[in-house]
């Protein structure tokens, strides 16, 4: 195994001109992915491409209030809150809203930042300072109300929390690389509304009854009454074929291609 550690660009340059590489496995923003798919198809190399998830969570009104608040924070924070399997948003039942609100407000703010090799440092810091402006005009431009955070340092993006944003602004839709989450108050009715408008349906999360969610469109993975940002990593993903109805496989699936050989007869013989 050979690593790398390199600007992005680069070393998608060199692998591109080097010749040797038969497969790039490329992680990251899907904005970049059309670009990079046509690039390795004019220079005969195959592309496994893993885009962006829009994480989303459902709070009922059957949840207990206190663990579930725990639960949100660190799903939205954990790696910063850059991951696809990072809660990016949260609906709450009317009868939970405020004091779950209130409660991961409190919890966010408590956060220590800074270097991540620190003890307790539980945020570290994003990639680089157009990362962190990205995600600060995503959250101004929501419409919502910023409760904590909403403010950076280098960069460093503070914990933070958008009240009652928009449900059509980007934030909401797309949601954000960094270690930021929006609420906003409704039933499991509002949410599947909202579902609905995630350009990037990965994963749902639901707290309390969740009978219903596994019928929400395109949902890729569910998981219930727990933190999505955590991952087994010997897991196929989105779960077991025998337990979903979603068609998922190992991840070793992904660098596999079937071949078929022929034999003249005579040699069978």
């Given at each position: 195994v050979a690593v790398a550690v390199a600007p992005a660009k680069e070393f998608i340059g060199c692998v591109l001109e080097l010749g040797c590489v038969r497969l790039l496995h490329y992680m990251g923003s899907s904005g970049h992915i059309a670009d990079l798919l046509s690039r390795c198809f004019a220079a005969g190399i195959g592309?496994?491409?893993d885009g962006e998830g829009n994480v989303l969570a459902y709070v009922g009104e059957e949840a207990e209030v206190a663990p579930t608040a725990?639960?949100?924070v660190r799903a939205s924070t954990r790696y910063s809150g850059q991951t696809c399997t990072s809660i990016n948003g949260v609906v709450a039942h009317p009868a939970v809203y405020e004091g779950l609100r209130d409660l991961v407000q409190s919890e966010l703010a408590s956060l220590r930042c800074g270097d991540?090799?620190?003890e307790d440092v539980k945020v570290g810091?994003?990639?680089?300072v157009a990362q962190v402006r990205s995600c600060l005009e995503r959250m101004e431009h929501s419409?919502?109300?910023i409760l904590v955070g909403g403010r950076a340092e280098g960069t460093l993006l503070l914990p933070s929390l958008v009240d009652r944003p928009n449900p059509a602004c980007d934030l909401v839709r797309e949601g954000l690389f960094g270690p930021a989450l929006w609420i906003m108050p409704?039933?499991?009715?509002?949410?599947?509304?909202?579902w609905q408008l995630n350009r990037y349906p990965l994963a749902a999360a639901v707290f309390g009854r969740s009978d219903w969610a596994p019928t929400l469109p395109n949902l890729a993975r569910?998981?219930?009454d727990g933190d999505p940002s955590f991952e087994y990593g010997h897991a196929p993903w989105g779960g077991y074929p025998s337990a979903g109805v979603n068609p998922v496989g190992p991840w070793?699936?992904?660098y596999l291609r079937a071949v078929q050989v022929d034999r003249p007869a005579r040699e069978a013989l």
């Open positions: 592309l496994v491409a725990q639960v949100l991540p090799r620190a810091p994003l990639f680089e419409e919502g109300h409704g039933d499991a009715g509002v949410f599947r509304e909202i569910l998981t219930v070793i699936d992904k």
